[in-house]
């Protein structure tokens, strides 16, 4: 005997007897929240950073060189200017910008109905967007100060020779090929020689470049080449290169790519003409001056039945040695 067949089948995930048989099933929350992923901030941790106290500005006095003569017999070194050093003296200063902040408001009704906690989530996302502004304005400061041509702190030339940020204008160093490369090992190699030529220390020196360059570089430069020994620097393997004629490479998304234009109340010292290719530095080239870190409040507005919350820091960037910075680029290439 044949099984009977049922020719009504209730179910229960149907909305009004029509449509997909799982439409009213829940869709299970996972518990976990995905964020996007936090730009690297480089900048703060490869610079100076000084914790000050109540002003406007701060200023960094900075002391010039002595010059050197030979003695001629019998002659007082008090006699004249032949022998003295008059030492040049001069100064940085740095000014505090404004209060630079990142603020959402979260409305009550949102709040409510979520099935999710976003609040702490929020918070973070607040404080990285302050972290990636500061990367590239530090950038920005960095590139315009070499490419303007804004000369020494000094004005004899004992002290002037040395004082000088370096620019370099490499040919096909924009591009990520085998030429494109080699130009930019040059470069590298460029850098390296102009910091030895103005006495920088190579002990805390890095060279910034973009994400294409970093992996483009492991797939054709001679850094990794293991004939003349790799010694741990890295492997397209573990897709790392670490250092190269004494700097640790670094890939940063904040190098700036054209004309950058300072925004509503920022300070024109993080403008710059153009984009730069990398950019080679010594720790003690650029400063912060901090004068409140960052903090986070919240707000509960009743009137506005829901909460504000800002993220905000008080802080200036200044460039303290200009001889610790080289400028890479390629003048043939069109600014975005």
């Known amino acids: 005997m044949a099984a009977p067949t049922v020719d009504v089948v209730t179910q229960p995930g149907v909305r009004q007897l029509q449509g997909n048989e799982d439409q009213l099933y829940l869709t299970m929350f996972s518990g976990e929240v995905l964020n996007v992923f936090r730009d690297k901030n480089l900048m703060m941790q490869k610079s100076r950073v000084m914790n000050v ?6 200023q960094f006095p900075k002391i010039g060189q002595a010059d050197t003569a030979y003695h001629v017999k019998g002659q007082s070194i008090l006699d004249g200017t032949a022998y003295l050093s008059d030492i040049e003296h001069t100064d940085t200063v740095i000014p505090v910008d404004k209060i630079l ?12 109905v979520k099935h999710y906690e976003t609040r702490s989530e929020y918070a973070t996302q607040l ?25 020494s702190d000094f004005d004899s030339a004992i002290n002037a020779d040395k004082t ?4 370099i204008d490499k040919l096909n160093v924009n591009e990520t090929t085998t030429l494109g490369m080699q130009a930019l090992e040059d470069s590298m190699v460029e850098a390296a020689a102009g910091f030895a030529a103005r006495d920088v220390p190579m002990d805390d020196v890095c060279f910034f470049i973009r ?27 573990n897709g790392a290169i670490f250092k190269g ?10 190098l700036p790519q054209g004309a950058v234009v300072p925004g509503t109340g920022e300070s024109s010292a ?10 080679a530095m010594e720790r003690g080239a650029v400063g912060t001056v901090m004068r409140q870190g960052v903090q986070t409040e919240t707000d ?10 800002v993220s905000k820091i008080v802080c200036g960037h200044g460039v303290l040695r200009p001889e610790c910075l080289a400028t890479i680029y390629d003048s043939n290439v069109a600014q975005a």
Request: aromatic share 12%; net charge negative.
């Open 300 to 309: 509960y507005q009743v009137e506005r039945q829901g909460t504000l919350l």
């Open 53 to 58: 106290g109540p002003g406007k500005d701060f």
């Open 245 to 254: 004629y004494g700097f640790n490479i670094e890939w940063t998304n904040h």
């Open 127 to 151: 404080g990285a967007a302050l972290a990636r502004k500061m990367d590239k304005q530090l950038f920005a400061l960095a590139a315009n100060h070499a490419l303007s041509d804004v000369g």
């Open 101 to 112: 902040l990142s603020s959402i408001f979260v409305d009550n009704w949102d709040d409510i």
């Open 164 to 167: 000088n940020s370096q620019k």
């Open 270 to 279: 993080y403008a710059t003409g153009r984009g730069i290719t990398a950019l």
């Open 211 to 237: 994400p294409d360059q970093y992996y483009a570089l492991q797939k054709y430069g001679a850094l990794l080449n293991t004939d003349f020994g790799n010694a741990g620097n890295g492997s397209q393997a």
